[in-house]
């Protein structure tokens, strides 16, 4: 059975997983104790709760419980992680290298703290998305303190060399912060094994509640601390003040171990559908793969056809099929993605790319579905299309003045 409309967005958010909601449910009710309550039953509920979760989120990373400091997503983890080590670290530099890819969260963050001294170099990436491992220890300097390059990228899944990036770090004594919001849950993400110091992400990417996140904070080999970004009570070690969402932290604790559990089944199966999604629109005419597809998350695909509007793209089919054609953070814009101008793709190809997010929930059915609407979509598309027509007849396109919006 078909189901409409087709969710295959589940980069900027996921459904929840049933199981996920009813573990919340009675800890907005019965047990809307608070976790920092130390008087009474309510209270110790509630703790006992989050050390549970606390327990099951460091699970799925490899970490202590210790380490793991609940935040109100992945923003704020990278916000927390970046402004908190360039706080707590002030004393020994004040240069931060990140790359040009980064989520906004991180982008905007270092702009931040441009304005407040720091000096951050912003690596290019390959044309297949990935960072250059030499060049990133050419840009080490002594006043050098953190690496900050996300695990995978969001918008083309490009997964960078993060084994190999903590090696360098650890050789010249900088702290590595990576953003594995698209990463946790997905693929196997080991804190200790990957050599990570500081790491973000956010339950609503998988299969979790909207409004609750980690930060991964090292305690041994270095102990890692970072300067708490909100004033308060002194919750999380005092480096995240506020009262905990209990039902939240609960929910997000399921959701880390039903991907631990359930992975490598997903896994399977879902980059079957992926794999088969892209093998069907790579028959399409000038159709192309953004970024690496070796080093990729499975269940993501970023592909453009050239002389097709994105956003036109989407209007023949978003009804039934819900898709972005960049970041959700920067569709809402009619600019091309950065992080496809990053890899070098000119503008034909930067706005003619739509990115394929599948999920736990995706069925063979909605694959089937999905290619023939693409496929009949863009065939419509380039039949009516000047440029199409042109380039058919050997027309040199690069050759014509533009005129931007
Ligand atoms: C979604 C996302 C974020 C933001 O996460 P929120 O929990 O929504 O704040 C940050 N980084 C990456 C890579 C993301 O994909």
């Known amino acids: 059975m078909l189901k409409l409309p087709v969710y295959l967005d589940n980069n900027a958010t996921t459904p929840m997983d049933p199981r996920v909601l ?7 009710t019965e047990h809307f104790g608070n976790a920092a309550s130390r008087n009474h039953p309510f209270g110790w509920e509630a703790e006992s709760a989050v050390d549970y979760a606390r327990e099951q989120v460091a699970q799925l990373i490899g970490a202590d419980p210790k380490e793991i400091i609940f935040t109100s997503g992945a923003t704020e983890g990278d916000n927390l992680g970046i402004k908190g080590i360039f706080e707590m670290y002030a004393a020994k ?8 890819t980064e989520h906004k969260a991180v982008l905007d963050t270092c702009k931040h703290l441009e304005k407040l001294g720091a000096d951050v170099t912003y690596l290019q990436v390959k044309a297949d998305g990935l960072i250059d491992l030499a060049e990133l220890e050419a840009a080490i300097k002594p006043t050098t303190i953190l690496i900050s390059i996300m695990y ?16 360098i770090a650890k050789r010249h004594g900088v702290l590595f912060f990576t953003d594995a919001t698209q990463a946790v849950g997905k693929i196997t993400v080991n804190v200790i094994e990957d050599g990570i110091d500081l790491l973000t992400f956010t339950a609503h990417k998988m299969y979790g509640p909207k409004g609750i996140g980690a930060l991964y904070v090292r305690r041994k080999n270095p102990r890692v601390k970072v300067t708490a970004q909100m004033d308060g009570g002194g919750h999380e ?3 995240r003040s506020g009262t905990l969402n209990v039902p939240g932290i609960v929910g997000f604790g399921k959701a880390c171990e039903l991907c631990r559990l359930e992975m490598e089944e997903d896994t399977k199966r879902i980059s079957a559908l992926r794999d088969k ?4 629109l790579l028959k399409v005419e000038e159709a192309y793969v953004n970024g690496n597809r070796e080093h990729r998350l499975p269940h993501v695909a970023n592909i453009s056809f050239k002389h097709v509007e994105g956003e036109g793209l989407l209007m023949g089919f978003n009804k039934n099929i819900a898709l972005s054609s960049g970041s959700a953070c920067t569709s809402a814009s009619l600019e091309p993605s950065y992080v ?6 000119g503008d034909d190809l930067a706005h003619s790319s739509l990115r394929f997010g599948l999920g736990r929930f995706t069925t063979e059915e909605q694959i089937d579905y999905t290619v023939e609407q693409i496929t009949n979509t863009v065939l419509k598309l380039r039949e009516m299309s000047p440029l199409w027509e042109m380039y058919k007849e050997g027309i040199d396109l690069n050759s014509i003045e533009w005129a931007h919006h």
Do not use: C, D, W
Request: no cysteine; net charge negative.
């Open 22 to 28: 009813e573990t919340m449910l009675p800890y907005f």
């Open 340 to 345: 496809l101008k990053a890899l070098g793709l």
């Open 152 to 167: 995978a990228n969001n918008e083309i899944g490009v997964i960078q060399p993060v084994k190999e990036i903590s090696t």
């Open 237 to 239: 070690r005092s480096m």
């Open 93 to 100: 530099g004040n240069h931060i290298i990140t790359a040009t």
């Open 277 to 280: 999604l892209e093998t069907a």
